[in-house]
């Protein structure tokens, strides 16, 4: 099974920016698309961005024009650019491996926007 882990996360004020990176070990068995979600309490998971292995990007209506997934094939490692922060993307970020038999969750890294 993939391992995910992420690192990158911390404060930031409103209008700043981070950049999550996320490393992956083990064979990315059926590759469909890695990407990235985000929790707060007492919600659901939300899909954020993610991205195929065409490198074609996709990315939810809250973030679009915001942040910007990318990849690094030969690293095994993929990263999200957080600009133009709001006090409402505060939320613990998870990236995540999809492929034909499996999809894993990382253990996550919280991301705080306040001033």
């Known amino acids: 099974q993939v391992q995910l882990v992420e690192s990158g996360g911390g404060r930031a004020l409103p209008g700043g920016s981070l950049r999550l990176t996320c490393a992956t070990f083990?064979?990315?068995?059926?590759?469909?698309?890695v990407g990235w979600g985000r929790q707060v309490p007492g919600e659901e998971r939300e899909l954020v961005a993610t991205?195929?292995?065409?490198?074609?990007?996709w990315y939810g209506d809250p973030v679009k024009g915001r942040f910007a997934i990318t990849r690094d094939s030969v690293r095994n490692t993929f990263y999200l650019q957080m600009d133009n922060l709001r006090p409402e993307d505060t939320a613990t970020y998870y990236c995540?491996?999809?492929?034909?038999?499996?999809?894993?969750w990382g253990q996550g890294v919280q991301v705080i926007v306040s001033d």
């Open positions: 995540k491996f999809h492929g034909v038999a499996e999809e894993t």
């Open positions: 083990g064979r990315l068995f059926g590759f469909i698309h």
């Open positions: 991205i195929d292995a065409a490198d074609k990007p």
